[in-house]
């Protein structure tokens, strides 16, 4: 009998991103990228930010809220990628692309978490 | 067996049916939210650099470009949301006293936290 | 009310022709025919070379299933009055090879519903003197899944089979679902094995189409993120606490 796919892993971790980026990234992205810059918002200053940054929960929750989504993206998109442009021969390409892009997002999320002044 | 005739699958497949067309959208989203962890990576490059570049970073997010792409992210990252917790009760089968749970309770509460968290961030981001 | 409403029908002869067409019928408008009272009409009356599957007539057996104006229905159940004053194109069922006409090859369909062992699997060799017990509640469980009639509607409306033939389908998992959730079969290990891969559940992108056009409320698509739930849920079980791996 054929071992089990580990895809099992990957869609774990994309529905873990999906959940995660359904109930908190539509509040950041209306503060941050809608209501603040448009001044319907008083936004944090920067010094307030940075004073929040310190805390490692606001890290560690930081990086989660980056990394997580990547990865729901990285797999959606793979499969969009199947389905939609119907280009599963180029599998390999598509996985690297995909899963790369994902960990690289990762590693520099953590590299900018960690180096917060 | 000679003689079946086998209809090959258009590329464009996705635009025959209303159905197929909304779920093609609703997995663009992930763009969308991609889109957004890309901004924030920079936000805290920004952050990283000292006051005067995240000045730079919020002057960038004010251009007409950068709005227009936050807005339609924004309305994609609501789709998913929607979508997500519409479809979370066809994955989570309840069952309290041998009998399962409506899947409207079942989004319901989905709701209910999206709003509980989005408020609670909200308030963190904004008590100053 | 008009008297005839005109039907559209695919017809295709794998020994005269390069590839399927569509031909014209004009049948009487009956406020109670379904498409199948018109094809019937048209095969007894018009022209009786047309060849199609059929019957119950009364959604149970699963033979009708045609695209009806591109959506997959059960003739049986589709009446002409939805559609007035047409005309209404009646379609082979899509991503299934053609046979003739409106008869599509189902080997495939029957090859993924084999696949999936669906039957009671006992492990530990014992079974009750007597029949089985079940509860009301233990039935419960597994009895939507059940109600399939195998009509293949699921099949012609899902876009990963459409272009991955491979993939086992939403009436094959709903299937196995069925059997892993009876308190009497002991196989969802063996189950899993074989659908844990990229053919069985995980080609699955939950376009959610199948649920749609099921005639019979089974909800293959909840069957199917249900199973993917628990395969995960078993993968990680298995990974941390291996002596107790299934």
């Given at each position: 009998m054929a071992k089990r796919s580990n895809e099992s892993y990957l869609w774990a971790l994309f529905g873990a991103g999906g959940v995660v980026a359904a109930m908190l990234i539509p509040v950041h992205l209306f503060l941050f990228g809608i209501a603040i810059p448009l001044g319907w918002l008083e936004g944090p200053s920067y010094e307030r930010l940075l004073d929040l940054a310190q805390h490692w929960l606001v890290r560690l929750y930081l990086f989660v809220l980056c990394a997580l989504p990547l990865f729901h993206w990285a797999h959606r998109f793979r499969y969009t990628l199947y389905d939609g442009l119907q280009i599963k021969h180029l599998n390999e390409l598509v996985f690297g692309f995909c899963y790369g892009?994902?960990?690289l997002g990762t590693g520099v999320a953590a590299y900018l978490l960690w180096n917060v002044p | 067996m000679s003689g079946?005739?086998?209809?090959?699958?258009?590329?464009?497949?996705?635009?025959?049916?209303?159905?197929?067309?909304?779920?093609?959208?609703?997995?663009?989203?992930?763009?969308?939210?991609?889109?957004?962890?890309?901004?924030?990576?920079?936000?805290?490059?920004?952050?990283?650099?000292?006051?005067?570049?995240?000045?730079?970073?919020?002057?960038?997010?004010?251009?007409?470009?950068?709005?227009?792409?936050?807005?339609?992210?924004?309305?994609?990252?609501?789709?998913?949301?929607?979508?997500?917790f519409n479809l979370a009760p066809a994955a989570m089968v309840v069952r309290v006293g041998g009998k399962r749970v409506p899947a409207a309770l079942i989004a319901a509460s989905n709701y209910a936290a999206w709003a509980a968290a989005s408020a609670f961030v909200a308030w963190f981001l904004l008590r100053g | 009310m008009a008297e005839t409403i005109t039907l559209e029908v695919t017809r295709y002869d794998p020994e005269r022709d390069a590839r399927p067409?569509?031909?014209?019928?004009?049948?009487?408008?009956?406020?109670?025919?379904?498409?199948?009272?018109?094809?019937?009409?048209?095969?007894?009356?018009?022209?009786?070379?047309?060849?199609?599957?059929?019957?119950?007539?009364?959604?149970?057996?699963?033979?009708?299933?045609?695209?009806?104006n591109g959506e997959p229905k059960l003739t049986c159940a589709t009446f002409l009055s939805v559609y007035a004053p047409g005309p209404i194109r009646v379609e082979p069922l899509q991503y299934f090879p053609l046979i003739r006409d409106l008869v599509i090859d189902m080997t495939d369909f029957l090859a993924k519903l084999r696949k999936v062992v669906p039957w009671i699997v006992r492990e530990d060799g014992r079974e009750p003197e007597g029949e089985y017990l079940q509860t009301p509640e233990q039935l419960d469980l597994y009895k939507q899944f059940s109600m399939c009639i195998n009509c293949m509607l699921c099949y012609a409306a899902c876009p990963v089979y459409g272009l991955d033939p491979l993939f086992t389908g939403p009436a094959a998992i709903a299937l196995a679902q069925r059997y892993n959730l009876d308190n009497r079969d002991q196989g969802a290990s063996e189950r899993m094995d074989i659908l844990a891969q990229h053919d069985g559940i995980w080609g699955c992108t939950f376009v959610g189409e199948c649920t749609k056009v099921c005639p019979k409320h089974v909800d293959p698509a909840g069957a199917i993120q249900q199973y993917k739930v628990n395969t995960a849920v078993q993968a990680f079980k298995n990974l941390l606490l291996p002596w107790g791996a299934k």
């Open positions: 892009g994902a960990i | 079946r005739y086998h209809p090959r699958v258009s590329t464009w497949w996705w635009l025959h049916r209303w159905g197929h067309l909304r779920f093609i959208l609703r997995e663009l989203t992930s763009v969308a939210v991609a889109a957004w962890v890309v901004i924030t990576l920079w936000q805290l490059c920004a952050l990283d650099s000292g006051p005067a570049a995240y000045a730079e970073f919020q002057a960038r997010l004010r251009t007409p470009w950068l709005l227009a792409l936050n807005l339609v992210s924004f309305v994609f990252v609501l789709f998913h949301a929607v979508t997500w | 067409a569509l031909q014209n019928y004009d049948v009487p408008f009956r406020k109670d025919w379904v498409v199948l009272d018109a094809l019937n009409y048209v095969k007894d009356r018009l022209d009786g070379s047309l060849s199609y599957r059929w019957s119950c007539r009364m959604g149970i057996c699963g033979s009708c299933g045609m695209m009806v």
